[in-house]
């Protein structure tokens, strides 16, 4: 009881300060009467906003947790439902996970999509568990930025829409995927809905925090995906290494074709090839679902097998398909009596920036302007990392990311956002799709 006291007065205070804070924005002299209706239902429920964060963050959804994750789903889901959307739950037993929530709503004009996930990286192993109200700038929680804040703000710009009468004409589908954190195998399943909605829209719009800050939105992420190296050597006693016969021996050969892929690849403009794990020695174990191995070895025995795995991050499908062609090409030349093999794995495309999201930004940098909460910019593909929203690419006309919360710490146990954000998201999002909607502003199919 002592607690639920505390964590009442924490919310009411954090209401006032909040309606404080949205008050303090300038006039709204660029809205439209209906756009001023949106804004005033997002500042009259910032309450029940807050509520639904803090209700949502409390529920363990850690991707292997699958109860979890469709017990949050299903709260969205009864909002969904509730504004007219007709909801359906994607099973994952085929891709081993829990599963995904699909909304759809029937309208007119173009059809925009809206993404989030509903997973978090925290099991229910983690400490980290609780919804907490640090300041009236701060709230700490598993998800609270990564994302369950961003479905919070998706939901209370739709609700606004219905609210003003909006979201009647508006072609909508909701995907709020439950493994963007822990992806189900294999892609193509656990994607699949994902790609079928990307396959019926005209623009995309990710509710993920972004680079965590409300200034910036992202046009651009880059792909994401795994690589395996492994090597083979001639094992021998140490004092025959670089004989004919027995040449380098494994470790040699895997720190030759690592240094190779630093010196060829290092300064291309934003591609990243980092190797996170390497085994060397007479022999060699590796688990993959655990990502951990073992390797044994003697100083004096030439290393018979050694294994390096890693990712590649990409802008492009073109930088990606170049530089894979320059790391075969160094590992096919091969140190004496050595072999070696190069394996990538499927992953997270890139999302590549295009004339189509760079008007959709301009857009949203118009909404932003007129709403006074200033301008916004592009985020460097460098500073966030993959997103469900890379698998609308080429599909969709536009694309945009980084709608959620302002947010710090993302994936750890000092994970925060700043409540202040969801309301100033909230608007954002809302009048973006109705000018989208209602202005015509992309031609239709």
Not at 83 to 111: C, M, Q, S
Not at 311 to 331: C, H, N, W, Y
């Amino acid at each position: 009881m002592q607690r639920s006291n505390i964590t009442s007065r924490l919310r009411k205070a954090f209401c006032a300060a909040l309606l404080v804070f949205i008050v303090a924005a300038p006039s709204w002299a660029q809205l439209s009467k209906a756009e001023r209706k949106v804004v005033g239902h997002i500042e009259a429920n910032v309450g029940a906003a807050f509520k639904l964060l803090e209700e949502v963050v409390n529920i363990n959804s850690g991707s292997m947790n699958f109860e979890g994750v469709y017990q949050v789903g299903q709260v969205f889901k009864s909002r969904l439902d509730a504004i007219g959307f007709t909801t359906k739950w994607v099973e994952g037993k085929p891709f081993d996970r829990a599963g995904h929530l699909i909304a759809e709503h029937k309208g007119k004009g173009k059809t925009i999509l809206l993404i989030g996930h509903l997973d978090t990286v925290f099991e229910p192993s983690s400490a980290f568990q609780h919804f907490t109200s640090l300041n009236d700038s701060t709230v700490s929680g598993p998800g609270v930025g990564d994302m369950k804040g961003g479905l919070v703000v998706m939901i209370s710009s739709l609700e606004a829409l219905d609210a003003a009468g909006l979201l009647k004409d508006m072609n909508i589908i909701v995907y709020m995927g439950g493994d963007e954190e822990l992806s189900g195998k294999p892609l193509a399943l656990s994607r699949q809905s994902l790609i079928e909605a990307a396959k019926q829209a005209d623009i995309a719009l990710g509710f993920e925090n972004g680079d965590g800050r409300t200034e910036t939105a992202n046009i651009s992420r880059r792909g994401s995906s795994d690589w395996e190296l492994r090597v083979t050597g001639v094992p021998s006693h140490s004092s025959q290494i670089f004989t004919e016969k027995i040449g380098a021996g494994a470790i040699y050969e895997a720190s030759r074709i690592l240094v190779q892929f630093y010196e060829a690849l290092r300064n291309e403009e934003n591609l990243t090839f980092s190797p996170g794990v390497i085994l060397g020695g007479t022999t060699i174990d590796y688990e993959d679902d655990m990502k951990t191995g073992t390797a044994f070895g003697k100083s004096n025995v030439v290393a018979k097998d050694a294994l390096v795995t890693g990712d590649i991050r990409a802008i492009s499908p073109e930088q990606l398909t170049k530089a894979q062609e320059v790391m075969f090409g160094i590992v096919k030349k091969h140190l004496p009596q050595t072999t070696a093999e190069l394996v990538f794995n499927e992953g997270y495309p890139p999302l590549a920036p295009t004339p189509g999201s760079q008007q959709l930004l301009k857009y949203f940098d118009k909404v932003s302007k007129d709403l006074g909460y200033g301008g916004v910019s592009p985020v460097s593909p460098r500073d966030a990392g993959a997103a469900d929203i890379s698998f609308t690419s080429g599909y969709v006309d536009m694309a945009m990311d980084g709608l959620g919360l302002r947010s710090t710490h993302g994936h750890t146990v000092d994970e925060t956002a700043d409540p202040r954000s969801l309301a100033i998201q909230a608007k954002r999002s809302a009048i973006l799709l109705h000018r989208l909607t209602a202005d015509k502003l992309v031609p239709q199919r």
